[in-house]
């Protein structure tokens, strides 16, 4: 189980400009990844969403990709749950598509970075444009 910021009651992320000179990842909407032990998943930007996001999570220096995997084993936390800092770049406020896969299952997700997302609440500061 992998938790994502996309209810209607949650607002979308905040951006804010990072300093790459690279347009493609000129804003970052940072969000901890939070994962419950004994969970494999894997995150994948779509084609049609390639040019408007990146994601990466972890630990040292996170770069910017379209596919992350995590396999995080049974017992690796005494809560039961692990948090990765990291989060989502964008060259432009959106509202994004992931496809989170588990279990051969897959479900496609909306997160608002910098804007909402249809129904979401706006980010509760102000993003950078």
């Given at each position: 189980?992998?938790?994502?910021?996309?209810?209607?009651?949650?607002?979308?992320?905040?951006?804010?400009?990072?300093?790459?000179?690279?347009?493609?990842?000129?804003?970052?909407?940072?969000t901890g990844l939070v994962i419950r032990a004994g969970t494999t998943f894997e995150l994948v930007v779509p084609?049609?969403?390639?040019?408007?996001?990146?994601?990466?999570?972890?630990?040292?220096?996170?770069?910017?990709?379209?596919?992350?995997?995590?396999?995080?084993?049974?017992?690796?936390?005494?809560?039961?749950?692990?948090?990765?800092?990291?989060?989502?770049?964008?060259?432009?406020?959106?509202?994004?598509?992931?496809?989170?896969?588990?279990?051969?299952?897959?479900?496609?997700?909306?997160i608002g970075l910098g804007t909402p997302c249809p129904g979401q609440l706006p980010p509760q500061g102000p993003?950078?444009?």
């Amino acid at each position: 189980m992998v938790a994502l910021p996309t209810s209607s009651k949650a607002a979308a992320l905040q951006t804010s400009r990072g300093g790459d000179p690279d347009p493609a990842v000129r804003l970052f909407a940072k969000t901890g990844l939070v994962i419950r032990a004994g969970t494999t998943f894997e995150l994948v930007v779509p084609d049609e969403a390639k040019d408007m996001v990146s994601i990466g999570w972890g630990v040292g220096p996170i770069k910017p990709s379209r596919r992350v995997t995590v396999s995080c084993p049974a017992g690796a936390s005494s809560s039961g749950w692990l948090a990765y800092p990291g989060g989502y770049w964008v060259p432009r406020p959106a509202c994004v598509q992931l496809i989170v896969r588990t279990g051969g299952k897959e479900q496609r997700v909306h997160i608002g970075l910098g804007t909402p997302c249809p129904g979401q609440l706006p980010p509760q500061g102000p993003s950078d444009q």
